[in-house]
């Protein structure tokens, strides 16, 4: 493991809000201790402790979109304990470090499902032997130096091999992310929704109290200007996307009631109309 001819280009992805300085501070620090190792920083911003959210575009920029000499660099660190997502407490939600097939390097917590999206995709998977208590803003005061040591090619902070099982799958049939058009990511791809309702032209559609008749692309079908429509989307594997929720001409967020994007929100559901 060595540092990249030309340096890398570094993909931020955390809870920090949009337009939050904290992107500006870890940038900064990331910049400060590796002045010839990160060419160019770009951040995106998920919703507050959402790792669904988070673990989707680990995947999305370092799997669908990876290139040599891309890092990703993520922190969602939700506090306390979920029972649901085995969420392990302030301290020992630690950064890992993890390197994809295609060679992309990853730094994440180990929370949640910040690693599930990529599970299968790790041919490395390590804890990092580095302090995880003094500071707050642990993104910011200590993970960047050990990014910067280990695509520097030091291996010394490098802790013990992870089994790549420990990671929980993906649920499917819930909110990854919503765009600024309103459309709903899913979890779920095209191969996995329930053969029973493909060729269904119209389904109903829950998430929590809200509920909706959309039309089914997967049969066929296509959704007229104003009408939302479940199709396979812009994100996943092009020959098996993740299916999206649009309204033509709208947001499909606002017609659902602007549901939050959380790793405990409830699944949506479909039926036959």
Same mark, same amino acid.
């Given at each position: ?154 291996? #010394?902070?490098?802790? /013990?091999? !992870? ?6 799958? +993906?649920? &499917?049939?819930?909110?990854?992310? *919503? ?11 095209? #191969?996995?929704?329930? /053969?029973? !309702? ?6 109903? +559609?829950? &998430?929590?109290?809200?509920?909706? *008749? ?60």
């Amino acid at each position: 493991m060595s540092n990249k001819e030309g340096g890398y280009d570094v993909c931020v992805i955390a809870d920090y809000g949009v337009g939050d300085p904290a992107f500006i501070e870890v940038n900064a620090q990331l910049r400060a201790r590796g002045k010839d190792l990160f060419r160019s920083i770009d951040n995106i911003a998920v919703s507050s402790f959402s790792t669904l959210a988070t673990g989707f575009w680990i995947r999305q920029i370092g799997v669908e979109n990876g290139y040599e000499n891309l890092a990703i660099f993520s922190n969602t660190a939700p506090r306390g304990t979920k029972e649901a997502i085995n969420w392990e407490g302030d301290e020992r939600q630690r950064l890992l470090y993890g390197r994809l097939k295609n060679g992309v390097p990853v730094f994440a917590i180990s929370s949640g499902y910040n690693w599930s999206f990529i599970r299968d995709e790790l041919e490395v998977f390590h804890d990092i032997e580095i302090p995880n208590s003094g500071s707050q803003f642990r993104s910011r005061d200590l993970y960047p130096e050990a990014a910067k040591l280990i695509l520097s090619g030091d291996t #010394s902070i490098l802790g /013990s091999e !992870l089994d790549t099982d420990s990671i929980p799958a +993906v649920p &499917i049939n819930r909110i990854a992310f *919503i765009d600024r058009y309103g459309n709903i990511k899913t979890t779920t791809r095209r #191969s996995q929704f329930s /053969s029973n !309702l493909v060729n269904e032209r119209l389904l109903l +559609v829950g &998430i929590g109290e809200a509920n909706q *008749i959309v039309e089914n692309h997967l049969s066929g079908a296509r959704s007229a200007n104003g009408r939302v429509g479940l199709l396979p989307g812009s994100s996943g594997r092009k020959e098996d996307p993740y299916l999206e929720l649009i309204k033509r001409g709208g947001s499909a967020a606002e017609v659902f009631g602007r549901p939050l994007v959380s790793d405990t929100t409830v699944e949506i559901s479909f039926s036959a109309a």
